[in-house]
């Protein structure tokens, strides 16, 4: 069964910086792209990030390019997403996300941008 646990979540200020980890099982990890989704309050969800097998690519949203870096630990079926310079809009629930025969999603973690 396949399992994806999102941590990391909190208060930061802005201009600040979070790192968030999500832990996977169930599956092979290292031969799957891992996404990331954030849902912001009264918002749809939307594309974050994305890592291929292996961390060989990294594709950004525009609104978070040259701000959050994707990484993963094999090793430790773990995929990381690093924030930093945060503002109040990426506030929100953020999700990992696997695709198989179907979408998989964590619980999701809340973080809260604020002064």
């Known amino acids: 069964q396949v399992h994806l646990v999102e941590s990391g979540g909190g208060l930061v200020h802005p201009g600040g910086s979070l790192r968030l980890s999500c832990t996977a099982s169930?599956?092979?990890?290292?031969?799957?792209?891992i996404n990331w989704y954030r849902q912001a309050p009264g918002k749809g969800r939307e594309w974050v990030a994305r890592?291929?097998?292996?961390?060989?690519?990294?594709n950004y949203a525009e609104s978070v390019v040259r701000r959050f870096a994707i990484s993963r630990d094999d090793a430790k079926n773990t995929v990381y997403l690093q924030m930093d310079k945060l503002k109040p809009e990426d506030t929100g629930m953020y999700y990992c996300?696997?695709?198989?025969?179907?979408?998989?999603w964590g619980q999701g973690t809340q973080f809260t941008v604020s002064s």
């Open positions: 996300n696997v695709r198989l025969s179907e979408d998989h």
């Open positions: 169930g599956f092979t990890f290292s031969t799957k792209v």
């Open positions: 890592i291929t097998t292996g961390g060989s690519s990294t």
